[in-house]
């Protein structure tokens, strides 16, 4: 038995971007009596659906956009005899579509950082289960990726995530839906792990890949303020500083490196936190502008 895992593409270039995270944290998720897991990363080339034999475990991690190609993958990998089971915030907001599509065995919802040693001792032992909760897995709790799996010469950029979870509530997005509206940061020594490891691989383009990097801003803690929760207010501010001490020690790391990551716009209202940016290296920032209106906004709930 071998476990798999495939993030699916309808286009292959033989070279990538960006290093698709969540391959490389599930293969630190999983348990060392099924031996490394095989990496597909399909926008590097096809998957080889050869190197599947019956009883070999799948997992196939889906976004919108590459769903339909994901279900192509299970349905044949499934004929071949493997055990198919999908992940991803796509299987997590829809995992009926999975089963109706997608020839799979199994979904999982929610983080996969916990829950897929036990989805993969489940199926080894006979028992498996259609549908997994992951949940929303604490920040210490979170997988540091196996860079070492990580092919060599093939990705332009690599990721690190510091956090999971948005506190606002856009109507377009999927992320206070998948990750929740609480915000789990994580310590920052596996976060410069993660870093220095890439370094020394390497990269020196590394995207900070978190759902919001600016996860608190002024109007939420004084809105806690305002209702009285100050108990909330002052852990408001821990996370805030919290970051502000992850850019201090980004700061510290070789000058050669150069980071990018998404933020909202709130962030321009807060100067102090730009320029710890700024000296952390952070060169550039991807930030939504869905309407340069009030009344736009509002009706996104953003």
Same mark, same amino acid.
Request: glycine share 8%; with cysteine.
């Given at each position: 038995?071998?476990?798999?895992? *495939?993030?699916?593409?309808?286009?292959?270039? @033989? %070279?990538?971007?960006?290093?698709?995270?969540?391959?490389?944290?599930?293969? /630190?998720?999983?348990?060392?009596?099924?031996?490394?897991?095989?990496?597909?990363?399909?926008?590097?080339?096809?998957?080889?659906?050869?190197?599947?034999?019956?009883?070999?475990?799948?997992?196939?991690?889906?976004?919108?956009?590459?769903?339909?190609?994901?279900?192509? %993958?299970?349905?044949?990998?499934?004929?071949?005899?493997?055990?198919?089971?999908?992940? @991803?915030?796509?299987?997590t907001l829809y995992?009926?579509?999975?089963?109706?599509?997608?020839?799979?065995?199994?979904?999982?919802?929610?983080?996969?950082?916990? %829950?897929?040693?036990?989805?993969?001792?489940?199926?080894?032992?006979?028992?498996?289960?259609?549908?997994?909760?992951?949940?929303?897995?604490?920040?210490?709790?979170?997988?540091?990726?196996?860079?070492?799996?990580?092919?060599?010469?093939?990705?332009?950029?690599?990721?690190?995530?510091?956090?999971? !979870?948005?506190?606002?509530?856009?109507?377009?997005?999927?992320?206070?839906?998948?990750? !929740?509206?609480?915000?789990?940061?994580?310590?920052?020594?596996?976060?410069?792990?993660?870093?220095?490891?890439?370094?020394?691989? !390497?990269?020196?383009?590394?995207?900070?890949?978190?759902?919001?990097?600016?996860?608190?801003?002024?109007?939420?803690?004084?809105?806690?303020?305002?209702?009285?929760?100050?108990?909330?207010?002052?852990?408001?501010?821990? *996370?805030?500083?919290?970051?502000?001490?992850?850019?201090?020690?980004?700061?510290?790391?070789p000058g050669d490196?150069?980071?990018?990551?998404? %933020?909202?716009?709130?962030?321009?209202?807060?100067?102090?936190?730009?320029?710890?940016?700024?000296?952390?290296?952070?060169?550039?920032a991807l930030v939504?502008?869905?309407?340069?209106?009030?009344?736009?906004?509002? /009706?996104?709930?953003?």
């Open positions: 038995m071998r476990i798999h895992l *495939v993030s699916p593409s309808e286009s292959s270039f @033989g %070279i990538a971007v960006l290093t698709p995270r969540w391959l490389f944290v599930l293969a /630190a998720a999983t348990p060392e009596r099924f031996g490394d897991p095989v990496l597909h990363d399909e926008t590097l080339e096809p998957m080889d659906f050869r190197s599947v034999r019956p009883g070999d475990i799948v997992g196939i991690g889906i976004h919108t956009v590459n769903a339909c190609r994901g279900y192509a %993958i299970g349905r044949e990998l499934r004929q071949r005899g493997a055990t198919v089971v999908y992940g @991803g915030i796509h299987a995992p009926a579509e999975a089963f109706e599509h997608g020839g799979a065995h199994a979904v999982v919802q929610g983080d996969g950082d916990l %829950i897929w040693a036990q989805v993969l001792h489940d199926i080894a032992a006979g028992r498996c289960q259609r549908l997994y909760d992951g949940g929303r897995v604490p920040a210490a709790q979170f997988k540091p990726a196996r860079w070492d799996l990580l092919p060599k010469d093939k990705y332009m950029w690599a990721s690190v995530q510091t956090i999971r !979870g948005c506190s606002k509530h856009c109507s377009f997005c999927s992320v206070w839906r998948t990750d !929740g509206q609480k915000p789990r940061q994580r310590p920052a020594f596996p976060v410069l792990e993660e870093i220095i490891q890439l370094r020394r691989q !390497g990269f020196r383009f590394i995207l900070l890949a978190d759902d919001n990097f600016y996860p608190v801003s002024f109007a939420d803690i004084a809105k806690a303020e305002k209702q009285g929760n100050f108990e909330k207010a002052a852990q408001l501010r821990a *996370v805030r500083q919290e970051k502000f001490d992850l850019m201090e020690q980004l700061a510290a790391l490196l150069n980071f990018f990551t998404q %933020i909202t716009l709130e962030a321009a209202e807060d100067p102090s936190f730009l320029d710890a940016m700024r000296k952390a290296r952070i060169r550039g939504g502008v869905e309407s340069v209106g009030a009344e736009g906004l509002k /009706a996104v709930f953003k």
